[in-house]
């Protein structure tokens, strides 16, 4: 990973835990995403190479940090956030989003929200989709 990456992430982490209250996750089912997002289709079959893929990057960029480790937006950075990160675990949220809303979400960050935009973070932008096999598999 590039050093600005990491430097990028810790400044942005640092920000968003300046408060310690935390907040509840506003309601799952609603799109942040434009509707022409869904439209988007992921072209990388979710094998489990794609999805160990997908975790190491969820970790190396520092999704864990506001997601958790679990993927249930509870990490070290989420405290204070308003809204909460999401809870990738929401089996009610996975089917209410496609994979094109999320890399949308993942690429631009999300109105309204402390998610930040993670498109530079990625040295090839086809690896979102890994990421999303990975997020994908998190379903509960």
Same mark, same amino acid.
């Given at each position: 990973m590039k050093f600005w990456k990491v430097?990028?992430? !810790?400044? &942005? $982490? *640092?920000?968003?835990?300046?408060?310690?209250?935390t907040a509840a996750e506003r309601d799952?089912?609603?799109?942040? !995403?434009? &509707? $022409? *997002?869904?439209?988007?289709?992921?072209?990388?079959?979710?094998?489990p190479e794609s999805i160990q893929t997908g975790r190491e990057l969820f970790e190396e960029i520092g999704c864990a940090g506001c997601h958790g480790d679990a993927g249930t937006g509870d990490g070290p950075a989420a405290a204070g956030m308003e809204p909460s990160p999401r809870n990738f675990t929401n089996g009610k949220w996975q089917e209410a989003r496609t994979d094109g809303e999320l890399r949308h979400t993942i690429f631009r960050g999300s109105e309204g929200t402390p998610m930040i935009a993670n498109e530079p973070m990625f040295d090839d932008p086809e690896d979102v989709w890994h990421v999303i096999n990975y997020i994908r598999s998190l379903k509960q």
């Open positions: 430097t990028t992430l !810790a400044c &942005a $982490a *640092a920000l968003m835990t300046a408060s310690a209250v799952p089912i609603p799109p942040r !995403a434009p &509707a $022409a *997002a869904k439209a988007d289709k992921n072209p990388i079959p979710s094998t």
